[in-house]
């Protein structure tokens, strides 16, 4: 099956209010040329070994190209999101008219909770499994509220680095049960969840230079993995496991707080049997 991801042109897309720590001192300061140029580079790679489908941005809402916080994904129900941040909510009507035009059974959860879509809930793939982040935008009550309407096991993971405000920029799971992550970025008992479902030889930890370059926040198909950028050792890391990687300069976006991951929201994902192994 070949995998299928959403994107948004960045028609719009601007850094024009603070609401995470990249943005503070970019309001402005982005070239929007230069992101088409980052986007359609990004967009022309994955199409190489998936399907892309493109949606126009909208005005007044900059962080629209942002598609990974549309919503949460599986089967043919989209987990519609409910952004924390006031700057972010009215993305949320754009995107549940393009899902309801497009097949999916449209969910939301209760109206008092916080939730950011893939960017804070990750399925895993090795298992029948979802990561969900919380501690600044997803509100940890989603998680029994996700595990009831999607009849899934959720294991909830807290941030405590505000750098890495949604899960997707610490932590990725990879094709074959592998797990990307940047360890600091979670506290302690997170940390523990993590190595008691995770082999260790399954684990990638990458160095506090590569999650700052937003290497975890990757789009992975199959076995190509495509990013912003990665050091040789985690180059090497990755390629010893199997998987070719793409490193695909995102700097505009990176202004903003996004790169590869943040810029695509799959389609098509399904449940999985349990496939990772101990080594």
């Given at each position: 099956?070949?995998?299928r ?7 719009h ?6 609401i995470?720590?990249w ?11 230069l992101?088409?140029r980052?986007?359609?580079a990004?967009?022309?790679?994955i ?9 126009s ?5 900059p ?15 989209v ?10 909510q009215?993305?949320e009507a754009h ?6 035009e497009?097949?999916?059974r449209?969910?939301?959860?209760a ?18 499994l979802l990561w969900m982040g ?11 509220e996700?595990?009831?309407?999607l ?13 890495f405000?949604?899960?997707?920029t610490?932590?990725?799971?990879l ?13 302690e ?7 008691a ?14 999650a ?21 050792e ?22 903003a707080?996004?790169?590869?991951k ?13 496939v990772?192994?101990?080594?």
């Amino acid at each position: 099956m070949t995998d299928r991801y959403l994107m948004c042109a960045p028609d719009h897309f601007d850094v024009s209010y603070v609401i995470n720590p990249w943005m503070q001192g970019n309001v402005a300061a982005s070239c929007n040329d230069l992101a088409w140029r980052q986007w359609d580079a990004l967009a022309d790679a994955i199409s190489g070994v998936a399907s892309v489908e493109r949606l126009s941005g909208e005005a007044g809402v900059p962080d629209m190209v942002f598609t990974a916080n549309a919503g949460l994904v599986l089967q043919n129900i989209v987990v519609l999101s409910h952004f924390r941040h006031a700057e972010r909510q009215p993305e949320e009507a754009h995107f549940e008219k393009w899902f309801s035009e497009h097949g999916f059974r449209v969910v939301r959860l209760a109206p008092h909770l916080a939730f950011e879509g893939a960017g804070d809930a990750l399925l895993d793939r090795g298992q029948d499994l979802l990561w969900m982040g919380h501690g600044h935008r997803t509100s940890v009550e989603c998680a029994p509220e996700l595990a009831g309407l999607l009849d899934i096991e959720v294991e909830p993971l807290r941030l405590v680095d505000e750098r890495f405000y949604h899960l997707d920029t610490c932590l990725c799971p990879l094709e074959g049960g592998y797990l990307m992550y940047y360890p600091q970025a979670f506290d302690e008992a997170s940390r523990a969840r993590i190595a008691a479902r995770v082999p260790a030889a399954r684990r990638i930890e990458v160095a506090e230079a590569d999650a700052l370059d937003f290497a975890c926040n990757a789009v992975n198909s199959g076995r190509h993995v495509f990013l912003n950028r990665a050091s040789g050792e985690l180059a090497h890391a990755l390629a010893a496991r199997g998987f070719t990687l793409r490193q695909m300069p995102l700097g505009e976006f990176m202004k903003a707080g996004g790169a590869a991951k943040c810029l695509t929201l799959k389609l098509n994902e399904l449940r999985r049997l349990k496939v990772r192994t101990a080594a």
